[in-house]
């Protein structure tokens, strides 16, 4: 494939250009080349700063000017002081947040085939002109261009920094040796503050003999792909607006329309490029995507580790990022099942089952018509409104027209079922089945036949206003209104989650639909999870609870009166304005993203992990978004593979989808990669393995730990010790999941440096190095092919190094590798 090829020619074009036309001799002259590049580069960097610098000195007078303007008191100059300062103020932190690091690229061009110029100052053509090369191969260069992360014009509208995702700036990405368009030499810049550390070079056609200003054009470093990935890696993701290949960014800047799908093996950068396309979508629809872009995440380890990048692309705000235990709020759950439970919670069967328990809840004996009794199992708090004298629901009496009226069980049995007829949600059926109850009521009371008789002598109004007496009547007694709260309680997701704890409750609403064996495994689970409410929710739980959140529906509910007063009409100075002004506005993006349920755009990672159930929950937050779903299918932890793909269907609904694939991985050398294509053979027969970009000459460690867990513990404390010595940055150490809290036993004490997980939390994530602690173990933790799979998660987490901790589990041969790793 073409744009496989291109990625890994242009991460290797420097190698090859080193030598090419132009490029100094190797040695100390290679060194004096360097230094001449990065004063090139300084020089363009300190004009930049000049320019910005301006920009500040205009930003500041207008906050300066607004100020006084504020003095002068007319309504009108208070309305323009308003516009300036936000105007001012919201330039001001723009430039100062991007003022760090923000120019990263160059790229040396050819003459275009036409003469158009786009907004950005730069011109647009990207194919070169047919003279642009001379009959001898010989090409001077026609224009520079400096790519950044905001855009920044010169005075005369010259382009001193292109915004990285500003159509001009695509050839940085898209341009390789195999496929060049007018781009002779691609730059990537390190700076730091104002100074430029370093420039790294690829020739992106490296036959040409090119000029630049009439001399030889300089060609300087290893390559810039290989210099960022020889990095060390930290606790958080760093952005790769510097280094995007050329098939990375055609998902980046993929047209937004309906569903982008993406897969691609472990490290091929699926995560990174998910967040730079949403950083890009938001630079190219502003407006559009001011509704807001979620990002689901696997883990809040995940999201923790991502968090950063899109404040570094300089988007904040329109972002939400959040974990699957995390969707629905007031949720954080980060407690795993096992995975027979998690199977069951996690079926698109249960959707049947909770429908049927919120219907049931209302039921005598039903959670909801009942005060959590001592000891039972419930996942409520206790309910505030619940009164201290318990209200029967078998029966009603109530006064009214001086009477005494009763409906018994029957009958209210009978206006239940009447009520609940149809399929609107529960919660919003309580005035239907309070009118029920009236009319029942009411026909009980003997009243009804007077009004027939008003009726029938032609006396409608009368009739009417003999019954609206009675309703009133009925419905001002304390009486009514404990019976109708206990009768018809609004049910809350968790309180018909608590009455599923209870076995017999459950079995009745899952008959025909779980077998009573899963029925009572999840009655237990949910028990365990907590008697009085405060237990911790499980990931899958979030699922059911959105679930039965859609299934009740929400009653209207009183809305909160919003501050009214304008701060800033009781402010003279700037001062006082700014912090106002700014509390404000933050204020209200937190209303706005708190009161938010839907999104116009959805970004699921690592979706190959999503349950039925929980791509229904994601699904109801994007029923009107276009889509960017990314994964690896020899990644997943779900073991029902089709009724995850039906349910993933249905919350694409029937948008186009437009599917790429990225090949190459970014993270593992070779060396690891290929121990791991061992396990994806196991896996996944015939699954293709992504090509390793890069080698480290280090192969895995593999060592036998005695069997006893403290020599266990030592073998792997030993190792981790072993690998903080040989890396800079991070080393985690991966167990199976019911290991975890030995684990971080193992390594306490040896700093933050090092990261205890558990097989299934190491999603997404990577480190320095890793170290492993018996496959044998993390492929057991699941079903077969589960297994097989989270194992091939774990060994693709380590940048450099891995070490391999066997037990006797893992049957070791002689040189301690566990047979699950043998060929
Ligand atoms: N073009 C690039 N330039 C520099 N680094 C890159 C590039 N593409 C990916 N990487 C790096 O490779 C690593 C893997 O990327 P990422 O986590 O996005 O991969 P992934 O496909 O999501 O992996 P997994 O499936 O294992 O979760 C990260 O450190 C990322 O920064």
Redesign the pocket.
Known sequence: MAAQEA?VDSAHAAAGSATGPGAPAPGPADDSARAGEIAVEQRHLDRVYRRLEEKIHEAEFLMADAAKRGQVGTPGALAERDAQVFRAGVHLSRLNNEFEDFLFGRIDLLAGKDGKKGPDGAYTSVEPADDAVRPDGTAAIAETLHIGRIGVLDSDYAPLVIDWRAPAAAPFYRSTPVDPGRVVRRRVIRSKGRRVLGVEDDLMRPELTAELDGAPLPVVGDG??MA??GQA?GHT????V????AE?DLVIRAPAASVTEVS????????????HRAAYLLYQDRRRYAGGILVVSPTPL?VAYTEGVLPSLGEEGQVAIRALGSLVEGAEATAYDDPAVARIKGSARMARVLRRAARGALEPGGAGARAAAPGQATLEEAAPEETAEPVGTDRLRVVALGRRIELDAAELRRVRQAALGGTAPVNLLRPRARKLLLDALWERSGAASRADEHLSRGDAELAAELRAGFDEDVSSEDRFLAFLDAWWPELTPRRVLAAMADERALGRWARRVLTPGEARRLARSLRRAGADGTGPLSVHDVALLDELEAVLGTPPRPRRARRELDPLDALTGLDELMPQREETQRERAERLAAERTEYAHVIV??AQDLTPMQWRMVGRRGRTATWTV???PA?SSWPDEEEAAEARDEALGRRQRRRFT?T????NPAEIAELAAKVLALAMPGAASPRAVRSTGLRPRFTVAPPTDAALARTVRDETRRLLESVDGTVGVVVAMDRRAQAAEWVAGLGERVVPLGSLEA????YDATVLVSPAEIADGAAASVGLRTLY?AL??A?RQLTVVATAKDQPDGDGVPDLLRD
């Not at 510097?242 to 290949?245: F, G, L, P, R």
């Open positions: 990625a810039a792909l960022v990935l890696r993701m760093r952005d790769i510097s280094s995007i290949q990375q691609g093996g472990p490290g091929t950068g699926k995560t990174a490029v998910a967040l995940l990672d690592e990314v994964g690896d990644q990225l190459v991985n970014y993270r999603k997404g994530l990577e998660v693709t987490r940048t």
